[in-house]
């Protein structure tokens, strides 16, 4: 009988991670996205890549394929704007079974292609393969112009305003619902919208490189939940965070959705990601675009909401 | 009863890519790798990516986890050197079921790790995601420093010198020998280097940028076979290449393994692909590393071996 070998189940995602990182470290890892210089003077770009698998990524009972490529596209130019760069470019990788509808994958590269034509990027090359399971492979590249720095998680500083660009937990709210209502024909008319967050999220392509522009210091987006996020730039800045809860306390359309479904909108605000809203850190006010919604002060990694620990609920441990 | 939908495997890989293509046109899709620009002038950098799945694109009973990322960090970064341009990084996506040993994941990102050490690149981001089956996605970005143009599949010109950096049919050898004998270790020792070359194709680096140095036209590599990897260039160039059959007759590692399996080896120099050894054309002699192994001449998308038809058999029809 053979020893059992240790799986990456048993020591989960983040211990996958990092003993991948350990076997081959590089320094460029580890934020939103990689930053790339050449060696011409002030040119350097930024990479990033996802994985997405039918089943556990998307439904495609929920999602048409023209949304999942949409979503793909977002989550990856969101990690590009994340680092204050303008989006140009991305690869398609896609596995299928032999049984897949042509126009299912047509369709993902519809919606990827759309989402490239609101920001002048392109899909430029991709691979595709016969496999299991519908698997979408999505890798982003963006330019970074200029001499300033990139808009790393580790350069908020004591003082500075924490700033978001768009809707927090309304993606949250639409699996939510999604879940208890079975499809989105099912869920009732007024929740369109939140249901559309969580299928496409809005994003205002632009702003990473605005931000950049006026002076932030860190950036990253929603897209495992506010305290999640904002903890990641708190940990890698050496700061605490401090939400003010008036500026993402749940709008009426939440509060609803929580009626709705029994659930308390202050989760999906505080630990719902996806959103993939813009969230950092500037010395001064807010850029165009953005709104204050807290303050960074000293600290080793904390996150608060009005000063005090943010309650545990079942949905997210620490972080 | 639903209207049959077109599936994928009816109308084969070719008609996919095609049918994405138009839904999302780029003038930078098509070659071995992308070409990007920057805003910065003579910064450009080259972008291509694969999928690799359990069972299809590689056997877990025939290869190590570390030999998996080797050939996979090959065969991404041999498209890079086919433009002529140097690797930088890797972007390591990867599906695996819960149950997947994690000295499995781990293997292969040391496997890429080693490739990338032999080439001054790096693995920059990654993304581990669950799935039903091993799946991987390597994206492979180079850097096209100074303003000579990238060597593209369209710039071979009559009396241009075909010309050759590799082995030649050496992975289809191995393959045939794993296939016939089931696993490497029951392969005859005598044919341990052709096995090798099917697992993790030997690749010299440098060889890339050292042809478009020295003035190269069009470069690829020998991922689909010979003949068809050449009758892309001559297609997209508008040209017919003549094949010197002296110049790639199988040796006699090659003669001795075709005697082994009961296969004749010039199949596996014409038709074998993966060896992902440079192919390319120049006006004038190799540059160094190359050899000559025919020549460009008037026509149109035609490959000849010594002025003649190739020969046409079981495992592979018309290109």
């Not at 879940?179 to 008319?189: C, K």
């Not at 050496?238 to 009626?259: C, E, F, Q, S, Y």
């Not at 909108?265 to 850029?287: K, Q, S």
């Not at 609920?313 to 620490?318: A, I, K, L, Q």
């Amino acid at each position: 009988m053979p020893a059992h070998q240790t799986t990456i189940s048993e020591v989960g995602e983040h211990a996958v991670i990092a003993a991948i990182r350990e076997v081959a470290p590089s320094a460029r890892n580890g934020d939103d996205a990689a930053v790339l210089s050449m060696t011409t003077p002030n040119a350097r770009y930024v990479v990033t890549t996802d994985m997405l698998v039918a089943g556990r990524h998307f439904r495609l009972d929920w999602s048409s394929p023209e949304e999942i490529g949409a979503k793909a596209a977002v989550q990856n130019f969101a990690d590009v704007e994340a680092m204050g760069a303008r989006p140009t470019a991305l690869l398609l990788g896609l596995a299928a079974p032999g049984d897949t509808p042509l126009e299912t994958v047509v369709g993902i590269a519809r919606g990827l292609h759309a989402q490239c034509g609101t920001c002048a990027a392109e899909i430029v090359g991709g691979d595709v393969v016969g496999g299991e399971a519908l698997t979408v492979s999505v890798t982003a590249i963006g330019e970074l112009g200029g001499p300033a720095k990139p808009l790393t998680l580790d350069r908020a500083r004591p003082g500075d305003t924490v700033i978001a660009a768009g809707v927090i937990g309304a993606s949250a709210a639409g699996l939510a619902l999604l879940e208890r209502f079975g499809a989105p024909a099912a869920v009732p008319a007024e929740f369109a919208g939140l249901v559309r967050a969580h299928l496409v999220p809005d994003f205002a392509y632009g702003r990473g490189p605005v931000a950049r522009a006026a002076g932030a210091g860190s950036l990253t987006d929603n897209s495992d939940g506010l305290l999640v996020d904002l903890g990641q730039i708190a940990a890698a800045s050496g700061v605490a965070i401090d939400v003010d809860g008036a500026a993402v306390a749940p709008d009426a359309a939440l509060r609803r959705a929580g009626d709705a479904v029994g659930a308390d909108p202050w989760d999906w605000v505080l630990t719902g990601g996806e959103d993939h809203t813009l969230l950092g850190t500037i010395n001064g006010e807010p850029p165009t675009g953005f709104r204050a919604i807290g303050r960074v002060v000293r600290g080793d990694g904390q996150v608060r909401v009005d000063g005090a620990e943010p309650w545990l609920r079942g949905g997210w441990v620490s972080f």
